[in-house]
């Protein structure tokens, strides 16, 4: 949305900003998977000229794609969530030793508080690791700004360039001034093999080349404008990046700041100048004590986790408290709010699944990453263990092959159509090679739905939604060798359940289908869908269609009292309302309910 189109400003999130950034500094191929908080970036990406754009199977064929455009003497751009990172690091470190032709800047987007998220882990630390540079911008103006440096640092030292950003950067709304495109390169084909073909020979050769640029990156480091001293009054002096500064500015407005926009490597000289300035220094910074660690290897005494929190995310509130607690007042305290539990929409496919196996005590439940991870909570809590994306296939593997065939209970792996595709192949295909005697369930809703409905290799549609190649995942694990393959429709309970029941206890491997549509991809929403209402008076307080957990059911409990005044018997303690606003007509609570109380809205 314009913000003044008078001036060329816009109104973007940081995640719409480097999308835009991107654009500028002329990326001409880019390729990411879709992951809270990252996912936006790439959606917004391709809906400019000039860029080719697609979602990957995973993060590693991601990079790997842009890897090779680099080869092609473009630029190219990697996007991913910080878990991402870990399934894309063996290209990424090789990349490191190999460089490009073309800029190549991966996005790794961190998650403290772990909002959407299984672990809370600092990629500042890959930066340390794979020896490259790393930049991480405090708002979406620099978030855009700081592309086009990645992508210019990117070539004059031949490497790929880490850019970090956090949740609160990716999704707040700041004031970014529009730029133009700069000129692209026309892409080429230059055999390169002593640089690109790392066999140890050449890549002992590399290894040198990089101790080389770390020194170059130092000595820039030193005088880079996203570095920069920011006088202050008051004994007391922060170093700072990223949304931390912003932090900072907010409890300390006066105070001296060291502000890097480049965390790796580090400005020592500019870090000891500016130490040497302040009575107190202070390190702010989210999670690991990344640059206090650093900056205490150099010998300069200073405060970090020892006052700021090394969990979760900070805030000014929080800031203020840690290094001046009898300054804090109530102006600076948050709000003290009630939790908001997630849950699975009203109508979601996932819901019949995970009802069922909710009912079969004797199995573990594997499971992965995506919505469904929701069936892990009351009122199903239907999931056992959830490790990462893809590992819910070998999960169930590895403990049925403990068990063993005479083993008590049952292992089940759950996952959606989307994981499959990203990790859980490879997965299935090791169970069927082992002989694994677990059931895999795929979840096929015809979306990546967690993280917004992005496509992916089975939906039948590209980044852009245009037509493309969708897999048949029926024949695919055929093809793998899955000797069992069974699809249902998880809205018709009982007929799953029975489906379910027949594979669980077969002794060979199994995949069962789930497939429907998830109830918030556009084509659903405007369709016309029934709607179900509760006949109260033939409510018999079962809660059958309460144990769904279905947001649009609510449970109105009743004293003995209430309950005759009501109509009801005394010893009925309470009915079951659908709330017809939120139903999306799945049918699920219906055939649950024995006693006639839910039906269609328009049925006699």
Request: glycine share 8%.
């Amino acid at each position: 949305m314009a913000f003044d189109e008078n001036d060329n400003k816009l109104w973007l999130s940081g995640n719409e900003a480097i999308a835009l950034g991107a654009w500028e500094a002329g990326v001409q191929v880019a390729s990411g998977y879709p992951g809270t908080p990252s996912t936006e970036i790439m959606g917004n990406l391709v809906k400019y000229e000039g860029v080719y754009g697609e979602w990957a199977p995973n993060e590693k064929v991601g990079l790997e794609v842009a890897i090779g455009a680099s080869f092609a003497g473009v630029r190219a751009f990697a996007t991913m969530k910080h878990v991402g990172v870990n399934v894309a690091a063996d290209p990424l470190f090789t990349a490191s030793y190999t460089g490009g032709r073309g800029g190549l800047v991966v996005l790794t987007a961190d998650d403290p508080q772990m909002h959407s998220s299984q672990n809370e882990q600092d990629n500042r630390n890959y930066a340390f690791a794979a020896k490259l540079p790393m930049l991480e911008p405090s708002d979406p103006a620099e978030a855009k700004a700081m592309m086009q440096t990645a992508f210019e640092l990117s070539e004059r030292f031949d490497c790929p360039v880490l850019f970090r950003t956090t949740t609160r950067i990716a999704h707040v709304k700041g004031v970014v001034e529009k730029g133009e495109r700069v000129p692209t390169e026309s892409a080429s084909m230059e055999k390169m093999p002593a640089k690109f073909v790392m066999l140890p020979g050449n890549a002992r050769l590399r290894r040198a080349e990089i101790e080389k640029r770390m020194a170059a990156t130092r000595e820039l480091a030193e005088k880079l404008p996203e570095n920069r001293i920011e006088q202050g009054n008051g004994p007391r002096g922060f170093i700072c990046a990223g949304t931390s500064y912003n932090y900072v500015k907010e409890a300390f407005p006066e105070a001296p700041v060291l502000k890097l926009g480049m965390v790796w490597p580090l400005p020592e000289g500019m870090i000891r100048d500016f130490a040497a300035t302040v009575e107190e220094l202070i390190v702010v910074e989210e999670l690991d004590p990344f640059l206090e660690t650093h900056i205490k290897a150099m010998g300069i005494d200073c405060h970090g986790k020892d006052l700021i929190p090394d969990q979760g995310e900070l805030n000014s509130f929080l800031v203020r408290k840690a290094v001046d607690p009898d300054s804090v007042g109530e102006l600076f305290a948050p709000l003290d709010l009630p939790m908001r539990p997630p849950n699975m929409c009203a109508g979601c496919p996932h819901r019949g699944i995970f009802y069922n196996l909710s009912k079969m005590k004797d199995v573990f439940v594997s499971g992965d990453i995506g919505c469904y991870t929701l069936g892990f909570l009351p009122p199903l809590s239907a999931m056992d263990s959830c490790v990462c994306m893809g590992a819910s296939v070998t999960v169930a593997h590895g403990m049925s092959k403990a068990l063993g065939e005479e083993g008590t209970g049952k292992v089940v792996a759950v996952l959606g159509d989307s994981t499959f595709m990203h990790s859980g192949m490879t997965g299935l295909l090791n169970a069927v090679y082992n002989e694994s005697n677990a059931t895999v369930i795929i979840l096929d809703n015809r979306t990546t739905a967690m993280t917004g409905h992005q496509n992916n290799p089975a939906s039948g549609k590209n980044i852009k939604g245009e037509p493309a190649h969708a897999v048949n995942l029926e024949k695919l694990c055929e093809a793998i060798g899955v000797p069992r393959v069974r699809v249902v429709n998880p809205h018709e309970i009982t007929q799953t359940q029975k489906v379910l029941k027949e594979e669980i206890a077969s002794p060979d491997p199994s995949v069962v289908i789930s497939r429907a549509p998830c109830v918030l991809l556009p084509e659903m929403v405007k369709a016309k869908k029934p709607v179900y209402f509760t006949n109260l008076e033939n409510c018999s307080g079962c809660m059958a269609c309460v144990r769904l957990g279905c947001p649009a059911i609510s449970w109105h409990p009743l004293t003995p009292e209430q309950a005759v005044e009501r109509g009801y018997t005394k010893k009925q303690k309470g009915y079951a309302e659908i709330a017809e606003v939120q139903c999306n007509g799945c049918g699920q609570c219906a055939e649950l309910c024995k006693f006639d109380a839910i039906s269609k809205r328009g049925e006699n």
